[in-house]
């Protein structure tokens, strides 16, 4: 899946930061008929190890905007886990976490799962990003709300930027729903290494 033959040396560099007490997450994304198997094995890591093993809803950030129906939603990971683990229940998280997380007895580590796609979070959502084009995003499904890179050019004061910023930031939309619909360009396709993460 991620191109590179790399498994024993990644496997060798996640123990090291487990055994320097490093706090580490893995995201993982589970895709229908492609790595469906790989469920179980990456949520037992979590027994043994004391890390974060997050499931992450497929998102349509993937330089094609592919958009099939979503298998593995939210409801059918927590379902599908908790046929495995009957013992998981949710922990309380950290304001504005974009992962609902689960502890299992005896488990070291925690299950989470990112309803990335279904955007049930969006209420408590503090993030915005910047792209290396300089755009602002105040949601990940946007196209941009504003152009920091000719505010910059245009020498803007820092005071003048700080504002513009601000009023980006209190206009955002009301979810990611409502960001996708508003944008200029659509559908959402770009690759997430355009976005910044
Ligand atoms: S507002 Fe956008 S970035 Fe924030 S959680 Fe919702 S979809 Fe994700």
């Known amino acids: 899946m991620t191109r590179r033959d790399d498994f024993a040396q990644v496997m060798k560099t996640l123990e090291c930061l487990v055994r320097a007490g490093i706090s580490t997450r893995i995201n993982a994304v589970i895709l229908r008929g492609i790595n469906e198997e ?5 949520a037992m890591m979590t027994r ?5 093993v997050r499931f992450i ?9 592919h958009r099939g129906e979503l298998m593995w939603d939210f409801r059918k990971l927590r379902e599908e ?5 009957p013992s998981m229940r949710q922990v309380p998280g950290e304001p504005s976490a974009t992962a609902v997380n689960y502890a299992v007895e005896g488990h070291a ?3 989470g799962i990112i309803a990335a796609y279904s955007r049930t979070f969006c209420g408590t959502c503090n993030r915005i990003r910047i792209t290396p084009q300089g755009q602002l995003k105040t949601c990940l499904y946007d196209g941009g709300v504003l152009d920091i890179r ?5 020498g803007t ?10 009023k980006a930031v209190m206009n955002r939309a009301r979810d990611g729903f409502e960001a996708e619909r508003n944008r200029v360009k659509n559908p959402v396709h770009e690759s997430m290494a355009t976005i910044g993460g």
């Open 38 to 42: 790989d469920l179980l094995p990456l």
């Open 48 to 52: 043994t190890h004391g890390l974060d």
């Open 57 to 65: 809803e497929e998102m349509p950030f993937n330089g094609e905007g």
């Open 81 to 85: 886990l908790m046929k495995y683990f």
């Open 109 to 111: 580590g925690r299950i």
């Open 150 to 154: 000719k505010l910059l050019r245009e």
């Open 157 to 166: 004061s820092e005071a003048g930027l700080a504002a513009a910023i601000e």
